[in-house]
């Protein structure tokens, strides 16, 4: 992709994020990287000079939102802004690879982690490592291996907003689909970006 075309979406407290972020992803390892994004992201989250745009706030009835709000020409980390309407949520996924830090910006969000327990050519077999419901003000990060888990917005009534920072922009991962127990099939799923207006 070249650089007129990545995304660079003004929003109040743009300049601050995308500084204290590129700032961050100079500190060091993917270690050193996620743990100084984590704190970032959780500052900007309190951070009143930081507003995200309106867009990101408006869910789409038949699937969670990711709009990706600023791409860094320089140190090639995506920032996808995802909106989660009431009920909305992933199949367990992965990130190919790719570390990622996700923080909570607004509402609630139940996040379980799964932990590879074996694999054939065919099924993989995980088990439920843990979870937890964040609220606005909090990130966690996810670095491969260890980069399996579900996002569900369990509200009924309530959408969540949370940001997401990636090594790279990311356009597909692989999901697993329940089979038999603590087996899954995987698949291959394309992650379109949804439009920002």
């Known amino acids: 992709m070249n650089a007129q075309a990545l995304p660079d979406i003004r929003f109040p407290g743009h300049d601050k994020l995308v500084d204290a972020l590129d700032a961050a ?33 408006e869910p789409i009835d038949d699937h969670y939102a990711r709009r990706e709000i600023y791409r860094s020409p320089e140190h090639g980390y995506s920032v996808v802004a995802m909106t989660w309407g009431p009920g909305q949520g992933t199949p367990v996924h992965d990130h190919c690879g790719l570390w990622c830090v996700e923080g909570v910006w607004d509402g609630e969000l139940e996040i379980t982690q799964y932990e590879l327990l074996e694999a054939d050519a065919e099924r993989f077999r995980f088990r439920a490592a843990g979870g ?66």
């Not at 996620?34 to 009143?48: E, P, Q, S, Y």
């Not at 003000?137 to 959408?159: C, K, W």
């Open 25 to 57: 992803v100079t500190a060091g390892d993917e270690h050193a990287i996620t743990k100084a994004l984590r704190n970032t992201l959780c500052r900007m989250i309190r951070d009143r000079d930081v507003s995200l745009p309106e867009c990101v706030f």
């Open 132 to 197: 937890m419901v964040a609220g606005p003000g909090s990130a966690g990060s996810l670095i491969p291996p260890h980069e399996y888990h579900s996002i569900r917005n369990t509200s009924s009534n309530e959408v969540a907003v949370s940001v997401h920072i990636y090594k790279a922009a990311m356009e597909g991962c692989s999901m697993f689909i329940p089979q038999d127990g603590e087996w899954f099939t995987r698949a291959d799923k394309a992650l379109p970006v949804d439009a920002t207006h």
